[in-house]
T-cell receptor, first 112, second 113 residues
Framework: GQQLNQSPQSMFIQEGEDVSMNCTSSSIFNTWLWYKQEPGEGPVLLIALYKAGELTSNGRLTAQFGITRKDSFLNISASIPSDVGIYFCAGQLAGNTGKLIFGQGTTLQVKP | DAGITQSPRHKVTETGTPVTLRCHQTENHRYMYWYRQDPGHGLRLIHYSYGVKDTDKGEVSDGYSVSRSKTEDFLLTLESATSSQTSVYFC????????????FGPGTRLTVL
């Protein structure tokens, strides 16, 4: 089936550092979504992107919809301990019926 | 969070037994989804519903069935549970199919012994 390649798989950083993660695919997407999941909970939507080139911020988080429509990145600035969790990208394929495809996730750990 | 609840939150069962997981939403969202989450695989779509009594298969539907008799409830049934169905199951809802975002429930951890 279709795949999203999300990288890195995990990150262990110092509090205050900036973080960057991305998702790539060989397919074209209409929508990119970024979710965060904390232990024992379901994923929570962080940012939604609907247009190629779109750059959207949510507090310290910034995400962009790649101009080729095959990739997206998420940046977290000045990380804090509560940023810990698993971050997932999800995309809806162009021409698809609307089903989302999820990346494998990036596990973020922040050292105080 | 779209007022999504899942029950049970945890279940341990034996191979060969039937299991039903329930998803309940209070937001009147038209679309509902069942995913499973396994290490290294992210979230994979099992089945989805685009209205009462309207359902379709997702990526990993073998061994699962669903039913939706009311807008607010979406049931996932494992007719005869197998150890490979040990996973965390998430329900999600959305108001639109395609451009809208999906909101997730808290998950059900199922262990099949």
């Amino acid at each position: 089936g279709q795949q999203l390649n999300q990288s890195p798989q995990s990150m262990f950083i110092q509090e205050g550092e900036d973080v960057s993660m991305n998702c790539t695919s060989s397919s074209i997407f209409n929508t990119w979504l970024w979710y965060k999941q904390e232990p024992g909970e379901g994923p929570v939507l962080l940012i939604a992107l609907y247009k190629a080139g779109e750059l959207t911020s949510n507090g310290r988080l910034t995400a962009q919809f790649g101009i080729t429509r095959k990739d997206s990145f998420l940046n977290i600035s000045a990380s804090i301990p509560s940023d810990v969790g698993i971050y997932f990208c999800a995309g809806q394929l162009a021409g698809n019926t609307g089903k989302l495809i999820f990346g494998q996730g990036t596990t973020l750990q922040v050292k105080p | 969070d779209a007022g999504i609840t899942q029950s049970p939150r945890h279940k341990v069962t034996e191979t060969g037994t039937p299991v039903t997981l329930r998803c309940h939403q209070t937001e009147n969202h038209r679309y509902m989804y069942w995913y499973r989450q396994d290490p290294g695989h992210g979230l994979r779509l099992i089945h989805y519903s685009y209205g009462v009594k309207d359902t379709d298969k997702g990526e990993v539907s073998d061994g699962y069935s669903v039913s939706r008799s009311k807008t607010e409830d979406f049931l996932l049934t494992l007719e005869s549970a197998t150890s490979s169905q040990t996973s965390v199951y998430f329900c999600a809802t959305s108001t639109d199919f395609g451009t809208d975002t999906q909101y997730f429930g808290p998950g059900t951890r199922l262990t099949v012994l």
